[in-house]
């Protein structure tokens, strides 16, 4: 019973995944706090609202709109994103182009009987299993 779940847990992918929740939790906080403490002073200082941003609101027949709440996690989501595309996904992107070349393409064609893209040298369709002749010479296989 506990196999499967052991088995489970151990797998790199949940590890890496939980490791990435706590990062991004612990970033998240790092985020928000420097948004608070510089960029919302900033932007209520260009938009004249100079002291605490964040309590500014808008009144409209009677109802209170807090405006400085939402831009405060309007900034603190554009510079997370921010942050993370350029400090993650383009190191991340050039890297890989550069240590994992792509993989020649194989050709090719349309399977006879489900119309599914198998390769030129294969005998059987992956998809409806039909029996297909090769496009290409397939090497001998010689067993020993």
């Not at 939790?25 to 420097?34: I, K, N, R």
């Not at 960029?39 to 002291?51: E, Q, S």
């Given at each position: 019973m506990f196999k499967g779940f052991r088995d489970f847990m151990m797998r790199g992918n949940v590890i890496d995944l939980a490791v990435g929740v706590v990062i991004g939790?612990?970033?998240?906080?790092?985020?928000?706090?420097?948004v608070g403490a510089f960029?919302?002073?900033?932007?209520?200082?260009?938009?004249?609202?100079?002291?605490d941003f964040r309590n500014k609101s808008a009144d409209l027949g009677g109802v209170v709109f807090p405006y400085g709440q939402f831009l405060n996690a309007l900034i603190a989501f554009v510079l997370t994103a921010a942050v993370l595309y350029f400090c993650v996904v383009l190191p991340v992107t050039k890297a890989t182009a550069r240590y994992l070349p792509k993989k020649p393409s194989v050709p090719k064609r349309p399977c006879p009987e489900c119309l599914t893209e198998i390769p030129q040298a294969a005998r059987r369709c992956s998809s409806c299993t039909a029996v297909v002749q090769p496009l290409v010479p397939v090497p001998s296989q010689h067993r020993v």
């Open positions: 939790a612990a970033f998240t906080g790092v985020v928000t706090g420097f960029l919302t002073p900033l932007v209520g200082v260009a938009v004249g609202a100079a002291g």
